[in-house]
């Protein structure tokens, strides 16, 4: 497969070169910046101690920004399982939108073909698990909503480049908005921790399990995103655990 990759280097990675072993995870960001001249000079400043390692237009076109063997600044805080820091252990994309704060308009179609083949070509590379491509909202609840709920995680999943559930969707979104009681709620989050999501500790409970649920839905359940945990939310996770 030919992949048209053009350079346009960013200083903000660690020096130290890591081996391609340590290569576990992707994580899809948005930019979250008007327009894409904004989002590579950011990208791009030393001054602004953030890079991904690609950066992908929306046209299509992909930049490769930090060479995959060193550490790019795009997670920040974050955690997944048992790994905290995930910059260690994964290549960033950064895809161009402008985000929640201003239009967050859909991912074209040009751009997500290019999303297809840049996943395809590093899960090959590195041997990556379609379940190890995430979100940052995954990985930081309680900071992130990037990629949201527009980018189409199904269509990943449907070229085996996500993480899925196997459900028949129409019989599960009757179960949307039906209460569960504290027990099921229980379950839930504990589905969510085998999923993959980290532990909310004590410090502001309430605000960030609500903000865990947020980006569960923002990841699973795009169609309705208000941070509280339903019938379609449990057997959603149930599935997910399992598939
Ligand atoms: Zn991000």
Same mark, same amino acid.
Not at 12 to 24: A, G
Not at 59 to 88: C, F, M, T
Not at 193 to 209: D, L
């Given at each position: 497969m030919w992949l048209k990759i053009r350079n346009n280097y960013s200083?903000?990675?660690?020096?130290?070169?890591?081996?391609?072993?340590?290569?576990?995870?992707?994580?899809?960001?948005?930019t979250g910046m008007k327009n894409e001249l904004?989002? %590579? @000079?950011?990208?791009? &400043?030393?001054?602004?101690?953030?890079?991904?390692?690609?950066?992908?237009? *929306? +046209?299509?076109?992909? %930049? @490769?920004?930090?060479? &995959?063997?060193?550490?790019?600044?795009?997670?920040?805080?974050?955690?997944? *399982? +048992?790994?905290?820091? %995930? @910059?260690?252990y994964s290549i960033g994309i950064e895809i161009q939108n402008s985000g929640h704060e201003n239009f967050y308009e859909k991912f074209p179609n040009k751009q997500m073909n290019s999303v297809?083949?840049?996943l395809r070509f590093l899960t090959k590379k590195y041997r990556i698990n379609c379940k190890n491509i995430l979100g940052h909202s995954d990985i930081a609840p309680n900071r992130k909503k990037d990629p949201g709920e527009k980018f189409p995680w199904k269509e990943l999943a449907k070229v085996k480049l996500a993480h899925w559930h196997q459900l028949n969707e129409k019989e599960l979104v009757k179960c949307r908005l039906k209460k569960?009681?504290?027990?099921?709620?229980?379950?839930f989050f504990i589905?969510?921790?085998?999923?993959?999501?980290?532990?909310?500790?004590?410090?502001?409970?309430?605000?960030?399990?609500?903000?865990?649920?947020?980006?569960?839905?923002?990841r699973f359940r795009q169609?309705?995103?208000?941070?509280?945990?339903?019938?379609?939310?449990?057997?959603?996770?149930?599935?997910?655990?399992?598939?």
């Open positions: 200083p903000n990675f660690n020096t130290r070169k890591r081996q391609k072993k340590n290569i576990k995870y992707i994580i899809i960001h948005y904004l989002a %590579l @000079n950011r990208l791009t &400043d030393f001054k602004s101690n953030v890079s991904s390692h690609y950066f992908i237009k *929306k +046209n299509g076109k992909i %930049l @490769n920004l930090v060479p &995959d063997l060193y550490e790019a600044w795009h997670a920040g805080k974050s955690s997944w *399982k +048992n790994i905290q820091s %995930l @910059n260690r297809k083949k840049l569960i009681n504290s027990l099921e709620k229980k379950k589905n969510l921790y085998k999923i993959g999501y980290t532990k909310i500790k004590s410090k502001s409970f309430n605000n960030n399990k609500r903000l865990l649920v947020k980006a569960f839905q923002r169609g309705l995103v208000n941070g509280i945990s339903d019938q379609e939310c449990l057997i959603l996770s149930k599935n997910l655990i399992k598939s």
